[in-house]
């Protein structure tokens, strides 16, 4: 089965909420990364971690540093360029080229 | 600054016909580089990996190759599309020595008919 579950699947925010999207993982992961794909399709990196949490902005990430096996990225005062999709991705072992990506977040702010 | 730059930017080719994909990385050597794959409203597959030239891991087979015929470059290829290899293509590199973080390129969409 899947490795990565990200929920939800569809987010519809008005403009200066806020709100978090969640990764689970189904072993322990090394590392996490988060990235917003763009209209054109390319993926823009957010947050790369191996622990902890990180933020910029109004984006905020944290990984479980415990179990390893969940990760968020918490988004402040949503502005309507936020829209887009958004993947974790995740890799279990050290070394060896492979991420599993979640399934994408469809977030959609309005005004 | 490192760049990556992937070609095509979209193709539409037949069933039957062969694919060529590039990816070139300037600003860095020795990169690790990586292939992924979208189906249309889907997630992201990584299809092969290289940590050297000469040197490409198969994660999943679609039917498709991969090579790195230079440092700085990463090939695609088919010889025979199928409809199921429509789809979005992405390229991206990491630090040699440790997939880390993953920087993508603009990616190549690809439809076959």
């Known amino acids: 089965g899947d490795q990565v579950e990200q929920s939800p699947s569809a987010l519809s925010l008005h403009e200066g909420t806020d709100s978090a999207l969640r990764c689970n993982f189904t072993?322990?992961?090394?590392?996490v990364q988060w990235f917003r794909q763009n209209s054109r399709g390319s993926l823009i990196s957010l947050f790369y971690?191996?622990?902890?949490t990180k933020e910029n902005g109004r984006l905020k990430s944290a990984f479980d540093s415990k179990e390893r096996r969940y990760s968020t990225l918490h988004i402040r005062d949503a502005q309507l360029e936020d829209s887009g999709t958004y993947f974790c991705a995740a890799e279990a072992g050290a070394n060896t080229g492979k991420l599993t990506f979640g399934h994408g977040t469809i977030l959609r702010v309005h005004p | 600054a490192q760049t990556i730059h992937q070609w095509p930017v979209a193709e539409i080719k037949a069933v039957g016909s062969p694919l060529s994909l590039g990816c070139t990385i300037k600003g860095k050597s020795s990169p690790n580089l990586y292939w992924y794959w979208q189906a249309t409203g889907g997630t992201l597959q990584q299809l092969f990996y290289?940590?050297?030239?000469?040197?490409v891991e198969s994660v999943v087979q679609l039917n498709l190759s991969a090579s790195r015929p230079k440092d700085d470059q990463f090939i695609l290829s088919t010889e025979k599309l199928l409809l199921s290899h429509s789809g979005f293509y992405l390229c991206a590199w990491s630090l040699t020595g440790d997939t880390g973080q993953l920087y993508f390129g603009e990616g190549s969409k690809l439809t076959v008919l």
């Open positions: 971690l191996a622990s902890g």
């Open positions: 290289s940590i050297t030239v000469g040197q």
């Open positions: 072993t322990t992961m090394r590392s």
